[in-house]
């Protein structure tokens, strides 16, 4: 293996530690909470909106395979 070859896997190896290392966070710099979701859903504006969303059954076109 050339010296080369080593500095590039010693990089590639840092690099890796290094996204590992990191915890994602939100603007707040605070991690996620659990089940962040979940909450996100029931904040929407969208809840309690009854909305329809059943689909009307309709028969498909006819294909000539």
């Known amino acids: ?3 080369t070859d080593k500095k590039r896997a010693l990089r590639t190896y ?3 530690q290094s ?3 990191t915890v994602p966070s939100d ?3 605070e ?5 962040g ?7 929407s504006p969208l809840v309690g909106a009854d909305l329809n ?3 009307p059954c309709e028969a498909g076109r006819k294909v000539d395979l």
């Not at 991690?31 to 089940?35: A, D, F, Y």
């Not at 979701?37 to 904040?43: D, E």
């Open 1 to 3: 293996m050339s010296d």
């Open 14 to 16: 840092r690099r890796r």
């Open 19 to 21: 996204k590992h290392a």
């Open 27 to 29: 603007a707040t710099g």
């Open 31 to 35: 991690p996620p909470k659990k089940g």
């Open 37 to 43: 979701i979940l909450t996100a859903l029931r904040r």
């Open 53 to 55: 969303l059943a689909r």
